[in-house]
């Protein structure tokens, strides 16, 4: 799944959930304080390392979802490791919160291949997450890049790729959700934008 309807003015800003947790509870502060939502694609190792922060992504409104437990080229893995990497990430989750998310995303692919989106949906996945737009944020270009980036690619129902981690996207997403507001776009879940 890429994108969601293109007629509504929605749209999904989705973020690969590892790094620093003082980015990563800034950027959560930053969305809430400008009525944003936002979907976090947790790495399992991540979890393990700061388990407080899947509860205060859930407390603040937003979705939480599977990306992997080690964040590997899971397309690349047998069978027998990709399901782990999906399994291992959907039980700390479970564990955590009571749920094993609504959303996986594949680690360091844009889309799954067919073998790891048939683990997922058998992990309890219904759908495989991917996006429209990449901010390319990981590349650390500055903030005002990032902002350009996203802002050249969303439309209605855009999923947008961004990761919690990286200083430019903190800086970025207040100038990134007043440029969004301006042109009547709201920054929804992924499970309202897709409801």
Avoid at 2 to 17: E, I
Avoid at 79 to 103: M, P, V, Y
Wanted: charged content about 20%.
């Amino acid at each position: 799944m890429t994108h969601g309807p293109r007629t509504r003015p929605q749209v999904a800003l989705t973020f690969h959930g590892q790094g620093d947790p003082a980015l990563a509870r800034a950027l959560l502060d930053t969305a809430e304080q400008r009525g944003a939502r936002l979907t976090v694609l947790a790495v399992g190792t991540w979890l393990d390392q700061h388990p407080d922060l899947a509860r205060r992504i859930l407390d603040g409104g937003h979705d939480l979802g599977n990306h992997t437990q080690r964040h590997i080229g899971v397309n690349t893995l047998p069978e027998a490791e990709a399901r782990r990497e999906i399994t291992d990430c959907s039980a700390r989750l479970k564990r955590l919160t009571g749920s094993i998310g609504t959303w996986f995303r594949p680690s360091r692919a844009p889309a799954a291949s067919p073998l790891v989106a048939r683990l997922a949906r058998a992990a309890g996945y219904p759908h495989v997450l991917s996006y429209d737009v990449d901010s390319l944020d990981y590349t650390r270009p500055g903030a005002a890049a990032v902002t350009r980036e996203v802002l050249a690619g969303a439309r209605n129902g855009s999923v947008v790729s961004l990761h919690f981690g990286y200083p430019d996207t903190v800086a970025a997403l207040p100038d990134l959700l007043s440029e969004l507001g301006r042109r009547g776009l709201r920054a929804v879940t992924t499970t309202e934008l897709l409801s």
